[in-house]
């Protein structure tokens, strides 16, 4: 009869247990040395190790002669585990035994002794099941049971379980296993079935498997079902999933703003038969990369990619600010939520989120107001403000130029004002300042926040107002050397009576303000 790979792979010793290094030396150890616990509680996500780790445990315990802390899978205990000969080793699904007669039923058989091995091992798999009842009625059994008796009690949702239960086990947290490690493993299990495979293919399958072995070996023995030699491409057919390659041209398209190439790999997944939610997760998947790349000094520690992968990562990455990429992973999230529910309109929502995410102007978000305004930042760095890119260009006919007698009486003159120095930034954040600075005057508080901060060229600060009525009753309030505090607390430096002066806004301060005023 034929046996699913990761059944006919499941490690018989704890060192045959890939990834879990910090829990089976530990238990090795305890069997070695005859000090094990009468309850463990095994935790962690599908597919890492907790009930192979419980089954060899169980053997270990039984074992007559173990080899350094594992079974040596050739004494009759051992057999007799293996082989399901022997009532002593019991395992129990909770998913479908939850009741409080199921526990009863444990409750009552914990008395006898073992028929046939030295302890009695009851495995409780998908331990967070149990109804309230049955969880009472194991207490008291969990915490001092006979001595003939070990209960090991595994589950993926530890935050189900009581506290009186979790505090009564010895407890070990499973991780998700490393891709390298299950690569590692993939490889041996390929080379031993005779598998013909290309080794990047064996990487695409272990991230798909997110650091679970039995879903890598799942996934393995599925690519492997044609008969023909694993490759990538192969891998990508037989599971949905779209190419890196592919993502990155999707990623580039957005950032360019190239509407054909957006809808080109849209299309291409629904021509393919895949599923538009599977590349939407790898989607997200890749900006994920992206904002790891952007943020943190020592990314490839956090990424999984070969040194190729992570240099066009990062290439790709500088297209876009961390604010942009924040706001394009809420529209995906967004948009994969309501895929979960759209039924046969996916293609319709995936191309709508695609578009939007190529220009913040049609998102009014507070992620596309805060990419919008990390874009006027930069272009105020290196030197212009950028024209808006969803205002056209007006088309202008044309018509003979107005005389300049008829314009100066048609257009009344603008008073002049003193133009504000070049280098003059708007201080962020005034909004706040304000506040502080007023010290709970609700009198003279909206006056205050008409006002507009400056950081002049020559290290002089000033406030200023469009009005002298609003500035005369800020000065009437006689909270200058508060204004000036605050402004120095914001700045981060010490600001001197004569480096500060209350004045009028112009025309070219005022434009100089308008990022400030977006973000208050």
Sequence with gaps: MYQALYRKWRPQTFDDVYGQEHITSILKYETQNDRFSHAYLFCGSRGTGKTTCAKILAKAVN?????????????????????????????????????????????????????????????????????????????????????????????????????????????????????????????????????????????????????????????????????????????????????????????????????????????????????????????????????????????????DLSENESEQLKRIADMFTKETILRHCRILDESLYAMQKAGGSKRTLAEMALIKMTDSALDSSNEALLARIAKLEHALLVGGVPARAETAPSKKADKPATPPEVQKKSEPKAPVRTSAPTQTKAIRGWSEIAEAAAMGDRAVLPFLKMGKAFDGADGKVSVKFPNDFAKTMVERASISDNIRVALAKSLGRDIAADSFELGIITREEDALSDLDDLIV
Aim: proline share 3%; charged share 25%; net charge negative.
């Design 63 to 303: 074992c007559e002669s173990p080899v350094n802390g594992s079974p040596c899978n050739k004494c009759a205990s051992c057999r007799a585990i293996d082989g399901e000969m022997t009532t002593d080793v019991l395992e129990m699904d909770a998913a479908s035994n939850n009741g409080v007669d199921n526990i009863r039923d444990i409750r009552d058989e914990v008395v006898y002794l073992p028929t046939m091995l030295k302890y009695k091992v009851y495995i409780v798999d998908e331990v967070h099941m149990l109804s309230g009842s049955a969880f009472n009625a194991l207490l008291k059994t969990l915490e001092e049971p006979p001595s003939h008796v070990i209960f090991i009690l595994a589950t993926t949702e530890l935050h189900k379980l009581p506290a009186t239960i979790v505090s009564r086990c010895q407890r070990f947290d499973f991780r998700r296993i490393y891709t390298n490690v299950l690569v590692e493993r993939l490889e041996l299990i390929a080379k031993n079935e005779g598998i013909e495979y290309e080794p990047d293919a064996l990487r695409t399958i272990a991230k798909m498997a997110q650091g679970g072995m039995r879903d890598a070996i799942s996934l393995l023995e599925l690519c492997a079902g044609t008969r023909n030699a694993v490759t990538v491409s192969l891998v990508n057919e037989t599971l949905g999933s779209g190419s890196r390659q592919e993502l990155e041209n999707t990623v580039k398209a957005i950032a360019v703003q190239n509407y054909d190439a957006i809808f080109s790999a849209v299309q291409s997944v629904v021509s393919s038969s895949r599923d538009i939610s599977v590349f939407w997760q790898d989607l997200l998947a890749y900006y994920r990369d992206m904002l790891v790349m952007k943020t943190t000094e020592n990314a490839t520690a956090y990424l």
